[in-house]
């Protein structure tokens, strides 16, 4: 007789403790004699619930942001890539096929900085080294050339690169933003997924610059035919979802300042660091195509 | 204890009354170690001669040499890292690389400042880039690491040097170039032995490559180390 009464006390202990350590919990209130086993299973679907529905909120979240800017942790997010993402996201630089936008299909809410600011530094060496064995090529029939290793391009590359791949990214993002704010229907992007972009669709000029010591005239100018499409076009598939919804005149405005930027970038890399001698063959030709370049930084630095 | 507990009296007062009388034999041996100095070597070497610590830092580094020259999947070099090694590596390599005045011949080589900054200033962005990626192994393990593995370069450099001597025509070029893609493979292969069980699986590639980079640019300044006239 006491039994049931037992039971239903021990249950609305249970319970109660069950409350008091989990506030938060849903609570069932079942009335029948056998509760004490039931409400152990209960228990334990209780807390498997919590755990999936925790494990889903982080899964769904978007940017996960651990920690401040101080701690180690919140960098970490930011190479959270393997090995076979950072090769897919190169692939869909090299190939972008139309309709698929770069930044949902490849990066798709994980943006790392691994890849762009790799690329930036092979794309570095690689054009100052090209640009190097491009002069030697160039001159070796010269008997008076002595080939000297011209080191300061590398600083001069690695500047403008750098200044390229964060300083226009970041104007294109600020305005974007501004758009967004301005105009609600407009989808902007992140800073790091354009950085991301940018940093991508730099990869194309890599093999463009090894393949540039080739000293064949059209060649030359056709390898930065292609090069400027490839690349444009990915950043042109990337940022016209997001500025074609604006008015007609800022959206072709915007797509002509990202993609003469661009252009911009890949002439004054062949101008300065590829530069064809005139008939004298002196060695410091390099005098009228530095407007060309101090050009490119100016335009960049904006 | 317990008689004390129950007779509810202050504990231990029975003990005031409780002394040593002074005939009671003490027996035994208390001896202090004299030869303290058997201890003090372990911890202090400020006593030894100068010549043993220096020969003893030198061992340490000629034994890294070894282990670098015949890379073998080892802890040794992660052990006991030391930044001497590194060190020696980077001064001896910037100054047989460094160019001369400004309005010398030598201009375009690169200068003593720029090879240091390049070898220590890529040395942490590549240790950076491993830890990010998550790697396990500490920062200074990995400078020592990438350090020590510049020797196969710095022989090259000192070979290319001979070279040159010889003359400076396309047979040493293809000598020079043999030499050092052989040495700077070498180098990448044995900084990878060392670094490769610290880093997680799926992303091995990713921190390969910034190290073959960094020795692909230190091997191309040697290579393109063209001699005064």
Redesign the interface.
């Known amino acids: 007789m006491a039994t049931p009464d037992d039971l239903t006390f021990q249950e609305f202990e249970e319970a109660a403790d069950l409350l008091s350590s989990n506030p938060g919990a849903s609570t069932l209130s079942i009335s029948s004699p056998g509760a004490a086993a039931s409400s152990g299973e209960v228990r334990l679907d209780l807390s498997d619930d919590e755990d999936k529905q925790q494990e889903s909120s982080e899964l769904l979240g978007g940017e996960k942001q651990t920690g401040g800017f101080w701690t180690f942790e919140y960098y970490q997010s930011f190479f959270n890539v393997d090995t076979m993402q950072v090769l897919d996201r190169i692939k869909g630089s090299v190939m972008p096929l139309p309709g698929r936008n770069f930044v949902k299909h490849h990066i798709r809410n994980n943006p790392d900085l691994y890849g762009p600011f790799w690329i930036c530094v092979t794309l570095v060496f690689s054009v100052a080294i090209s640009g190097d064995l491009y002069t030697f090529l160039i001159k070796m029939g010269d008997p008076e050339f002595h080939y000297r290793p011209q080191f300061n391009k590398v600083s001069i590359a690695a500047v403008t690169v750098f200044l390229y791949a964060w300083l226009v990214p970041l104007g294109v993002w600020g305005f974007l933003t501004w758009r967004q704010s301005v105009e609600r229907h407009i989808s902007g992007y992140t800073f790091l997924e354009t950085v991301c972009v940018y940093g991508y669709s730099l990869f194309i000029y890599i093999p463009t610059s090894i393949l540039w010591t080739i000293p064949v005239y059209w060649f030359e100018w056709l390898l930065m035919a292609i090069a400027l499409v490839i690349s444009g076009s990915v950043l042109v598939m990337t940022f016209w979802p997001a500025v074609r919804d604006d008015t007609r005149l800022t959206a072709f405005a915007t797509m002509a300042v990202i993609v003469s930027l661009h252009a911009l970038l890949a002439v004054g890399f062949k101008l300065y660091f590829f530069e064809t001698p005139k008939s004298t063959g002196s060695p410091h030709s390099g005098q009228q195509t530095t407007p060309a370049a101090n050009h490119t930084l100016a335009v960049g630095k904006h | 204890m317990a008689e004390v507990e129950e007779s509810s009296k202050p504990l231990f007062a029975g003990l005031s009354d409780i002394s040593i009388s002074e005939d009671i034999p003490v027996e035994g041996d208390i001896s202090v170690p004299v030869g303290s100095q058997s201890a003090d070597n372990d911890f202090s070497t400020l006593d030894e001669p100068v010549k043993d610590t220096i020969l003893r830092d030198l061992k340490a580094v000629g034994q890294k040499f070894v282990h670098v020259m015949y890379p073998k999947k080892s802890s040794a070099l992660l052990r006991d890292w030391d930044l001497w090694g590194p060190l020696l590596l980077c001064v001896t390599l910037a100054l047989m690389l460094q160019?001369g005045s400004v309005d010398s011949?030598?201009?375009?080589?690169?200068q003593f400042a720029?090879v240091f900054v390049i070898i220590w200033f890529g040395s942490v962005i590549i240790t950076l880039?491993t830890?990010?990626?998550?790697g396990t192994i500490s920062f200074f393990q990995s400078l020592c690491v990438l350090g020590y593995c510049i020797l196969p370069l710095t022989v090259a450099m000192i070979v290319c040097r001979i070279v040159l001597v010889g003359g400076s025509g396309l047979v040493s070029f293809v000598v020079r170039l043999i030499v050092v893609t052989a040495s700077f493979s070498w180098s990448t292969f044995a900084s990878t032995a060392f670094l490769a069980d610290s880093q997680p699986p799926?992303?091995?590639?990713?921190v390969v490559?910034?190290v073959f980079?960094f020795y692909?640019?230190i091997g191309?300044?040697i290579l393109?180390?063209?001699p005064s006239?």
């Open positions: 160019g011949e030598e201009d375009g080589r690169p720029e880039n830890k990010l990626l998550g799926n992303r091995k590639a990713l490559y910034p980079l692909f640019v191309w300044m393109t180390f063209s006239h």
